[in-house]
């Protein structure tokens, strides 16, 4: 049925609430078109940025105006993010378009979603666990150590524990109730704003990437990238039609884990600058 034949005050909804009500409708669809568009994207704009960046190696190393261009491109994304999640903590509540449009796309999707669908995303949701995540962050750290990439290890772990760490202290502050669901398939009992999942897959899977881009050859790099995408987008999904998060705790945890993402990988790059100056001086 409809959304519009379902609520009698229609008239009295914002768009954005329809919009959500709709969306929740073919979600599965909406899910399928954007993880496509993201996997292609990923793998299209490493190969683009990958001639780039060896075409300048092979040129001359980075230069001091380069390096601060790209912190500078770097801090203004974060400021961005910041800012982005501001907005939405403080449109979240029921009394806002923004939070009833949480409820009607979760709403949609409990009344639409074939249960099958559910089960995969049940199981595909653990790629972002804390316990899955874990254990990879020792195994990774270790293989790097052994190979004697050693401020890649630290940086690493720094950056897995930093989420860790951060977005546990942001839930608390806003200590949002999550979404109510009756599936049985996820139970999660910790505040809803910002996910955790979300904030941790697209550190821990960002992290890695950079990871591959820095020590695996070439024809890694494209497969990487769209590995990377893929995973992220699902795990971030995955929190949403569980009915576990609501789409603005998903969003918010994406831009949380962004911003740190942001800072890890441009603190490792800068030192890995100053290193290869040292070298060459």
Not at 23 to 51: D, E, I, T
Request: charged letters at 10%.
């Amino acid at each position: 049925m409809p959304l519009e034949a379902s609520l009698p005050s229609l008239p009295s909804l914002s768009p954005l609430v329809v919009f959500a009500g709709n969306l929740g409708a073919h979600a599965l669809p909406w899910f399928l078109s954007l993880l496509a568009a993201s996997v292609l994207g990923a793998g299209a704009a490493c190969h683009l940025l990958q001639k780039r960046h060896f075409r300048l190696q092979d040129a001359e190393e980075p230069s001091e105006p380069r390096i601060a261009l790209a912190f500078a491109s770097g801090f203004v994304l974060i400021l961005l993010a910041s800012s982005l999640f501001a907005w939405i903590a403080s449109n979240i509540s029921d009394g806002h378009a923004l939070g009833q449009a949480d409820h009607a796309l979760t709403d949609a999707i409990a009344a639409n979603l074939p249960r099958a669908a559910l089960v995969v995303f049940s199981w595909v949701t653990h790629l972002g666990d804390a316990a899955f995540l874990g254990p990879v962050c020792v195994l990774v750290a270790a293989v790097l150590w052994r190979h004697r990439h050693r401020g890649l290890a630290l940086g690493w772990v720094l950056a897995l524990v930093g989420i860790v760490l951060l977005n546990p202290a942001l839930k608390q502050i806003f200590a949002r109730a999550r979404p109510i669901h009756d599936h049985g398939l996820a139970l999660e009992t910790s505040y809803s704003f910002p996910s955790g999942h979300s904030a941790g897959a697209i550190v821990s899977y960002g992290m890695l990437l950079y990871l591959l881009l820095r020590t695996l050859p070439v024809r890694w790099h494209v497969p990487g990238a769209m590995a990377a995408a893929g995973a992220i987008v699902t795990i971030a999904c995955s929190r949403i039609f569980l009915q576990v998060h609501f789409a603005s705790d998903v969003v918010a945890g994406l831009l949380t884990g962004l911003a740190w993402l942001l800072v890890c990988v441009g603190g490792l790059e800068y030192a890995r600058h100053r290193r290869l100056r040292r070298a060459l001086a």
